[in-house]
């Protein structure tokens, strides 16, 4: 190993360097958005045992009650894809956050659960992810993302002895998805669809555009049938609801910029649970 190419070429096998130089990012960029690193390789567990793992980074401001539970994924020339239909490209200013809200008089918590939340920034929204050699029957953003809801929801239940301390009534989780790959919005007629071979022409009018950060939202969690049933009960939407989570996807060179703009808006309080 006295090559210093091939220790370089080893290093560069892994996901290693840029989990690092994401968190050196956010260290160095403090001024911006006043987050520090709360820690690195956090390791998390279901209450069950049945799944495991290590949170990459978790981020905390130091001014509001927000943390940030990311994973950095490395994607080397190549850009993340994602589909909207034509004319539904909106920006979308809700997204699903962990909350733990805390009773400051009695010091506990009253409520830990997922919540849909207004906030800032506002940006597009998709529940389709393409990405260059990806298996369709394991679709890699989907993965990541419910990985990361799990480690996210761990995080937040362990993290109650620090909440209570601060005096403060709620805080927030959200999870966020970090790469080095160009994010691309794609926006597709489904009338231009095949029907016989499920594909678009090659010549159709696709209009792209790339973006800083989107939400990726769909369904990304089970539910315990007997805590979580009573939400959805009476309408056949809440189901769907229900199970949906948010991961923000963002563009590595905007994290800093993310980051200083996230505001909760505090009508969170009356979204719908």
């Given at each position: 190993?006295?090559d210093?190419?091939?220790?370089?070429k080893l290093v560069?096998?892994?996901?290693f360097?840029?989990?690092?130089?994401?968190?050196?990012l956010?260290?160095?960029?403090?001024q911006?958005h006043?987050?520090?690193?709360?820690?690195?390789?956090h390791?998390?567990?279901t209450?069950?045992?049945d799944?495991?793992?290590?949170?990459?980074?978790?981020?905390?401001?130091t001014t509001m009650?927000?943390?940030?539970?990311?994973?950095?994924?490395r994607?080397?020339?190549?850009?993340?894809?994602?589909?909207?239909?034509?004319?539904?490209?909106?920006?979308r200013?809700?997204a699903?956050?962990w909350?733990?809200?805390?009773?400051?008089?009695?010091?506990?918590?009253?409520r830990?659960?997922?919540t849909?939340?207004p906030?800032?920034?506002?940006?597009?929204?998709?529940?389709?992810?393409v990405v260059?050699?990806?298996?369709?029957?394991?679709p890699?953003?989907e993965r990541?993302?419910?990985?990361?809801?799990?480690?996210?929801?761990c995080?937040?239940r362990?993290?109650?002895?620090?909440?209570l301390s601060?005096?403060?009534d709620?805080w927030?989780?959200?999870?966020?998805?970090?790469?080095s790959a160009?994010?691309v919005?794609?926006?597709?007629d489904?009338?231009?669809i095949?029907?016989?071979t499920g594909?678009?022409?090659?010549?159709?009018?696709?209009?792209?555009?790339?973006v800083p950060?989107?939400?990726?939202?769909?369904?990304?969690?089970?539910?315990?049938?007997e805590?979580?049933?009573k939400i959805?009960?009476?309408n056949?939407?809440?189901?769907h609801y229900a199970?949906?989570r948010?991961v923000?996807v963002?563009?590595?060179?905007y994290?800093?910029?993310?980051?200083s703009?996230?505001?909760?808006d505090?009508?969170?309080?009356?979204?719908?649970?």
């Amino acid at each position: 190993m006295d090559d210093q190419s091939e220790i370089a070429k080893l290093v560069n096998g892994s996901g290693f360097p840029f989990q690092i130089a994401v968190a050196d990012l956010v260290k160095r960029t403090k001024q911006h958005h006043d987050c520090r690193v709360l820690f690195t390789e956090h390791s998390w567990r279901t209450p069950g045992g049945d799944d495991s793992g290590f949170i990459d980074i978790v981020v905390a401001s130091t001014t509001m009650p927000y943390v940030f539970v990311i994973e950095c994924k490395r994607h080397l020339d190549a850009a993340w894809v994602f589909l909207n239909q034509v004319d539904s490209s909106s920006e979308r200013r809700h997204a699903k956050l962990w909350v733990n809200e805390i009773d400051t008089a009695k010091g506990r918590l009253v409520r830990s659960e997922w919540t849909n939340a207004p906030l800032s920034p506002a940006s597009l929204e998709s529940a389709f992810c393409v990405v260059h050699r990806q298996d369709e029957r394991n679709p890699m953003l989907e993965r990541i993302a419910s990985t990361l809801v799990r480690a996210t929801e761990c995080l937040a239940r362990e993290d109650d002895m620090r909440v209570l301390s601060t005096g403060l009534d709620a805080w927030f989780y959200a999870s966020l998805i970090v790469t080095s790959a160009d994010l691309v919005i794609a926006e597709i007629d489904p009338q231009d669809i095949s029907l016989e071979t499920g594909t678009i022409p090659t010549d159709s009018d696709v209009r792209t555009r790339e973006v800083p950060f989107l939400r990726f939202r769909k369904q990304l969690s089970f539910l315990d049938p007997e805590g979580d049933r009573k939400i959805f009960q009476n309408n056949d939407y809440r189901l769907h609801y229900a199970k949906e989570r948010t991961v923000f996807v963002v563009q590595a060179k905007y994290l800093s910029r993310f980051l200083s703009e996230f505001q909760v808006d505090l009508s969170w309080r009356s979204a719908p649970r």
